[in-house]
């Protein structure tokens, strides 16, 4: 491998030639491609003749013109990276390149490749260079037209982005479709599909009354999986109409799901394309968490028609631009579409357990990077979901109407250009008047804010004050930080439990009124800006339980004076709903993480019966949610656990989970039983919040039975596995039994594939609960898997049930022998060789070694070692582990 080039911000230099149009014409064969691609050329600086340097990988240059005329030996120089036009003319040109490519050798599932039988491609962020010469970068944004020539009987649909404007057959059994998109775009969006596939058609009439034609299209046998997809685009469609203004702007919008994709789901324009698993659902097929991401997914990329595609990104480091502000609108459209806490939580679990552990750990970056290697590693959780949490902040501190404002004249601004964060800032400040201090901090400083607060109260001053004091850990490359902006969203709750009006704040030298235009307060913002601050609340009757960071208004740690008690009041009675759950998860921490002391000392296991106590209080009280209950009622997670240890202890964490779990299931077992039985339905599957609530209650109580010792018990969890008649029952009744070995396990696992062996994605289930199965020694099975007729490493859906799955068992993972390790060492080593991209996310479970103890670091970062020495290692790979073992 070439010495691995690092990319910085600060280098960013605008280009010297623009492109004004593209047109590209492919001939798609079996042994390989032809690519030809006409360019016209604009040099950015008039006169300027600057070497003109294209992108390129894996491509076999066959001729290269400039204005018509062959360019010939000394002309140009084309290396492994690169074609370079050492002198082209001073102003404008026609570049005329043809290439070839082998698609069905391109296992990196990058570029132009073969998934099933059937053409497509993934750009975004640096393929495009597989498939043709050019610039690869987001802000040479141009016209395309693409010309696809094919056999007709092996590919009868040829789709690429934009409209259809001609199509027709040709000699020898061959056809052609050519397709122009009207709007400018930075190649990463460029799409092309042709093969064997059907489509659902439905219509969408926009908010000014065009009609587009939606098309999902898959093999002919998945068609009638495409329902819930075609809902969830329609419903998205009139979201964004309603709540952003946007209207779709082509008269046609296509879905292509395929089964071998690195991700989830790509935005390219008006040609979105898809991992079946976000597509493809039945209620026999697919669970309420796989209708759910579904619909996310496609809100997702459909959003990104406005915020990345219309207004994209300068450069890959302004990736959160459109990313960040993506997952925001679709974690808006989905709250909007079930119930607003419960997504909410779901949200903050997420960036809990995955962000918090990046944002502390060697890949450490801020939501907007300084520097990469390989761009495709930047694909993560900080730029997605802490980019969204940024995004969630100019809401919290502007309200909907200035957020509305604000995002409006970013697109007014902003249509048809390729921008950065600071233009995102600039158009919600400008909008608002707003005065944002070092908001922008947010962009590049990594590390989760550590924020304490005290309360004190005075009963004769009727005051009530909040000290607040904040430390940005050092990180990777930023050892020092200064203090950030945070919204901290408060209210108090008197004694009742009720909450109190808000009347005025002081705070630096000044009163301020909090209530306005005459209407109660209850919740306010407060920005927290420096090290250290304090805010007193005037005119407080009774000493107050503070209610904090509300809806989680800032994505930062927040370690209060709040009491057990105060946190038991706050589960009751809180009026913020996910202020509720909060209170009962950091008991729940600090419950474990008492009892993980006492299991390291070999002390025995206790659980505080109070904290069952309010357990069994949300369980009873009908007032609440059901999905809610659900919530409030699981543990937080392992990882979640160790995150908070000075040196993580799986096997610990682990037992203390299990204990708590169990006695749990024994003390409330009465009260689980009956969630059970009244929330069991033989109705139709239906997916909406209230089936789907009632259907997470009663699974989530299955789960904890499942965990006693009981005759009883497993005949009511097997009796619930043959009757259930939807995905959601039958695999929560499967993971609940499955959570034991034995005879009753094996048989329902094998049952369960003999069931399900024609359903790729179901068996992918089936893969991902037995390889994350906590099982001691479960390594051996997992190794067994591998050779299983149904696994093939060269899908990443079934990599990641297997592999990933694995590596999501801290016990079996973690297992103190290294036999996960060495497992997991192995196997990267092997994908790295097909799919780098793939290779990369599975070599992440390594980077936190540092974490654990001695023994475990030490057969971590000899796998991680043998990975970095390895031949051919991709540069993917390199980047992750060289980094880990850097710190
Ligand atoms: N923009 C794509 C992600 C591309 C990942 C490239 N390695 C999907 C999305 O976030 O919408
Ligand atoms: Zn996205």
Not at 504 to 511: A, E, F, V
């Amino acid at each position: 491998m070439d010495a691995p080039k690092e990319i910085f911000l600060k280098d960013y230099k605008l280009p010297d030639y623009y492109f004004d149009t593209v047109d590209l014409s492919f001939f798609l064969g079996e042994e390989k491609t032809t690519v030809s691609a006409k360019i016209s050329v604009v040099p950015r600086v008039d006169g300027g003749a600057a070497p003109l340097v294209l992108d390129g990988v894996d491509l076999k240059l066959i001729s290269v013109k400039i204005n018509g005329n062959e360019l010939k030996e000394g002309e140009f120089q084309v290396g492994p990276r690169h074609l370079i036009l050492t002198s082209p003319p001073s102003g404008n040109f026609i570049l005329e390149t043809v290439t070839e490519i082998l698609p069905h050798k391109n296992t990196s599932l990058e570029g132009l490749y073969k998934s099933s039988g059937n053409f497509c491609t993934q750009c975004e962020a640096e393929g495009f260079r597989k498939i043709t010469f050019y610039q690869d970068r987001p802000d040479i944004m141009a016209k395309y037209t693409c010309r696809i020539e094919a056999n007709k009987s092996l590919y009868p649909v040829l789709l690429s982005n934009g409209n259809l404007i001609e199509q027709g057959d040709l000699e020898g059994g061959n056809h052609f479709a050519l397709w122009e998109d009207p709007f400018k775009k930075p190649c990463y969006l460029f799409a092309l599909v042709a093969g064997q596939l059907e489509s659902r058609d439905d219509t969408f009439t926009t908010c000014s009354g065009r009609k587009v034609a939606l098309k999902i299209w898959t093999p002919p046998q998945d068609l009638p999986k495409t329902e819930h997809a075609m809902y969830s685009l329609k419903a998205a469609m009139k979201w964004d109409e309603d709540v952003f203004g946007r209207e779709y702007d082509l008269d046609i919008f296509n879905i292509v799901s395929v089964p071998d994709f690195n991700m989830g789901a790509m935005e390219n324009k008006s040609l979105n394309i898809f991992n079946s698993k976000l597509v493809l659902a039945s209620p026999e097929t697919a669970t309420d968490a796989d209708y759910a991401a579904i619909l996310g997914v496609i809100g997702h990329e459909y959003f990104h028609n406005w915020t990345g595609n219309r207004v994209t990104c300068r450069d890959w480091f302004q990736l959160s631009l459109k990313e960040g502000l993506t997952v925001f609108r679709d974690q808006e459209f989905s709250s909007d579409m079930g119930s607003r806490t419960v997504k909410r939580i779901g949200d903050v679990s997420k960036l809990r357990t995955y962000q918090f552990p990046q944002d502390a750990g060697p890949m450490a970056h801020p939501v907007r990077p300084h520097s990469y290697i390989k761009m495709d590693n930047f694909y993560t959780v900080t730029v997605y979901e802490k980019g969204a949490e940024v995004v969630r902040m100019y809401k919290t501190l502007l309200g909907s109407q200035g957020f509305r404002k604000g995002t409006d004249l970013y697109f007014e601004r902003h249509d048809g250009q390729a921008v950065t964060c600071e233009d995102f800032f600039a158009a919600m400040r400008d909008a608002n008047d707003a005065d944002f201090a070092n908001f922008l901090l947010w962009y590049s400083q990594a590390g989760t804010p550590i924020v304490k607060v005290t309360s004190s109260y005075n009963a004769e001053a009727r005051t009530f004050s909040l000290k607040f004091s904040q430390t940005v850990p050092p990180t990777p490359g930023q050892p020092v930080k200064e203090p950030m902006f945070i919204p901290v969203a408060a209210g108090l709750l008197d004694s009742s439990g009720k909450d109190m009006p808000l009347s005025s704040i002081y705070h630096d030298g000044k009163l301020e009124s909090v209530a306005c235009c005459g209407q109660p307060v209850y919740t306010t913002v407060l920005r927290v800006t420096k090290g250290e601050e304090e805010f007193t609340f005037s005119d407080v009757p009774e000493k107050p339980i503070p209610s904090l960071l509300r809806g989680y208004s800032a994505p930062i740690r927040l370690q209060s004076d709040l009491t057990d008690d105060d946190l038991f009041f706050l589960l009751a009675h809180d009026s913020d709903e996910f202020n509720r759950w909060e209170a009962g998860q950091i008991l729940a921490r600090k419950l474990m993480l008492s009892q993980v002391a006492n299991f390291q000392k070999s002390s025995p296991l206790v659980l505080d019966p109070q904290f069952v106590h309010g357990i069994k209080c949300i369980l009873l009280d009908s007032s609440l949610d059901k999905e809610f209950i659900a919530k409030a009622i699981t543990l937080p997670g392992e990882g979640e656990v160790m995150d908070l240890m000075e040196v993580a202890d799986p096997d610990a964490v682990h037992a203390v989970r299990k204990f708590i779990r169990k006695q749990l299931a024994s003390q409330l077992k009465h009260e689980f039983l009956n969630l059970v039985k009244e929330n069991r339905s033989s109705e139709k599957y239906v997916f909406d919040h209230t089936n789907m609530a009632r259907r997470t209650l009663k699974n989530t109580a299955l789960g904890y039975l499942a965990s006693l010792e009981d005759e009883e018990i497993t005949e009511l969890v097997l009796h619930e596995y043959k009757t259930a008649t939807n995905m959601t029952d039958q695999f929560s009744a499967l993971a609940a039994i499955a959570q034991k070995p034995g005879k009753a396990r094996d048989d329902a696992l094998a049952d369960f594939y003999n069931q399900w062996q024609h359903d790729y994605l179901v068996v992918n289930k089936w893969f991902a609960l037995q390889s994350s199965s906590d099982i001691p020694g479960n390594v051996e099975n997992v190794h067994k898997l591998l050779s299983h007729q149904a696994f093939d490493i060269k899908n990443p859906n079934k990599v990641y049930s297997l592999i990933g799955g694995f590596c999501a068992s801290p016990v079996n993972f973690h297992a103190k022998d290294g036999s996960g390790y060495k497992f997991l060492g192995e196997i990267v080593v092997q994908l790295d060789k097909l799919n780098p991209q793939v290779a990369s996310r599975m070599v992440s479970a390594f980077s936190r070694w540092k974490r654990y103890d001695e023994t475990r670091q030490n057969l971590a970062k000899a796998q991680l070692e043998k990975i970095v020495s390895a031949n051919g290692l991709s540069e993917n790979v390199y980047e992750i582990a060289s980094k880990s073992l850097a710190v």
